[in-house]
């Protein structure tokens, strides 16, 4: 356990949620959610640090000029990921100003939530989030049926691939991951995981600190 659960402090768990592109992660999320966790998805804090006077969009702004801003000062997500997904340095250089302040803002949010409380980010061990964490989950599946599974809703073939490429083989997710729920088949069995790793976050949730 982490931060002031370690001290006997009642903060709640703090559940990371993880995994690549088509995945079934959201799908784990709003499961999660409807079992009375809060789960806040880190493309929408990103897309809040993005919004004018955000300190996203000034961030994309210093890193690659006026051109990615739309007129009303936000960041032009199109043209954004035209750039960073054609160039790995790019890419680099985004996720190195933007992940710290995704973190921040996580724990802004959460700071004072007793609950469970989980942030959903395809990239939250590569970003370095890790340590902030009670307790995370990757959602796996092979790449070439997480391919089938994004062209089928609607992604372009080559767009899909190279976002593929540019997550990686998920080594890093994986070796963070306290539990690893395979998503490689049917439905059902993923939903049978999930209600697996409720009880015991739920477990974990109710145990008391130590030290308390």
């Known amino acids: 356990m982490n931060r002031e659960r370690r001290v006997g402090l009642r903060v709640g768990l703090r559940v990371g949620l993880t995994g690549g592109l088509a995945s079934g992660k959201s799908t784990v999320g709003t499961w999660l959610s409807e079992a009375g966790f809060r789960v806040l998805d880190a493309d929408r804090i990103v897309a809040e ?3 004018p006077g955000g300190a996203g969009a000034a961030a994309v702004r210093r890193l690659f000029g006026d051109e990615y801003l739309d007129a009303q000062g936000g960041v032009d997500h199109r ?20 992940h710290p302040l995704v973190r921040d803002r996580f ?20 970003a370095g989030y890790a340590p ?5 989950v990757t959602v796996e599946a092979p790449s070439g049926v997480r391919l089938q599974r994004a062209v089928a809703r609607g992604m372009d073939e080559g767009t899909a691939r190279a976002r593929l490429l540019a997550q990686g083989e998920g080594a890093a997710r994986r070796d963070a ?12 069995d993923l939903r049978r995981q999930v ?18």
């Open 195 to 212: 209600e697996e790793l409720i009880d015991e976050l739920q477990r974990l949730a109710n145990q008391p600190p130590a030290g308390g």
């Open 49 to 51: 640090l993005y919004a």
């Open 177 to 188: 991951a306290h539990r690893v729920l395979d998503n490689c088949c049917e439905l059902p």
């Open 107 to 126: 724990l802004e949010l959460t700071a004072s939530d007793p609950g469970i409380v989980v942030l959903d980010a395809t990239l939250l061990a590569e």
């Open 79 to 98: 043209r954004l990921a035209e750039r960073v997904f054609a160039d790995g340095e790019a890419r680099k250089q985004l996720e190195r100003a933007i």
């Open 132 to 136: 902030d964490f009670d307790f995370i």
